[in-house]
């Protein structure tokens, strides 16, 4: 059976004085990192399984201070096709915020979908 599996990859990067100047942070020492309360997985297009396509995408994506998903953008791409679909799912997912100061706040962080065949 094929399917897509998902990987969340959190990546934990100290942000300069030019990163925390834009309106998120990165999860650091102050701003803990959100945690998934719902994922999605990424339809596995049947035009991809039969390209044999395989690997991951990388996202960078804005986790909102009330825990929905904002902007998305494609870090590393595998396939057009794939890509979408795996923003397709991101937007979908639900977390428990990140915190600075104990207050919510929106955090940029890196979310890797992977595509395997099975």
């Known amino acids: 059976m094929k399917s897509a599996s998902v990987v969340l990859a959190a990546l934990l990067l100290v942000h300069s004085a030019a990163a925390s100047a834009s309106p998120q942070e990165r999860p650091s020492k102050e701003v803990s990192t959100p945690q998934v309360v719902r994922e999605y997985k990424p339809d596995y297009p049947d035009s991809a399984k039969k ?3 395989r690997g991951s995408v990388e996202l960078e994506v804005v986790v909102k201070k009330d825990g929905t998903v904002g902007d998305v ?4 791409s595998l396939d057009a096709e794939l890509d979408e679909e795996a923003v397709k799912a991101m ?3 639900e977390f428990k915020p990140g915190t600075k100061d104990g207050k919510p706040v929106d955090v940029l962080v890196d979310v890797e979908m992977t595509f395997n065949l099975k």
Do not use: N, S, Y
Request: charge should be positive.
């Open 91 to 93: 937007k979908k997912w």
């Open 51 to 53: 390209k044999g396509l």
């Open 73 to 76: 953008k494609v870090k590393k």
